[in-house]
């Protein structure tokens, strides 16, 4: 099963870049849907961006513009550039991956992004 560790979250003001990181071991990426998620305090978590096996790339409709998901199969890391980053962005955000080959689901523990001045 993959493990997954995200990293690159902090505190950045409203306007500013952040980039996230997902680094994967146990299993190579190419063989998973790689997705971003994002949970903020009292809501339930959402999907963010996602990169499917296929290559196909998907955003929710917030951050479209403004967010890039992208992947580096050899490196086994998937990243997730923020751009110009609102308060509303502010939530701990988490990397998820999604066999091809069997289904399961597994998270990343996730990494704390605030979008404050």
């Known amino acids: 099963q993959v493990q997954l560790v995200e990293s690159g979250g902090g505190l950045v003001q409203p306007g500013g870049s952040l980039t996230l990181s997902c680094t994967a071991s146990g299993s190579i990426i190419r063989t998973y849907h790689m997705a971003w998620y994002r949970q903020a305090s009292g809501k339930q978590r959402e999907l963010v961006a996602q990169?499917?096996?296929?290559?196909?790339?998907n955003y929710s409709d917030s951050v479209k513009g403004r967010f890039t998901i992208s992947r580096d199969n050899v490196k086994n890391t998937v990243f997730l550039q923020m751009n110009n980053l609102k308060p509303e962005d502010t939530a701990v955000y988490y990397c998820?991956?999604?066999?091809?080959?069997?289904?399961?689901?597994?998270w990343g523990q996730g990494t704390q992004v605030t979008v404050s001045s």
């Open positions: 998820n991956a999604v066999s091809i080959l069997t289904a399961r689901s597994s």
């Open positions: 990169s499917t096996f296929s290559g196909t790339l």
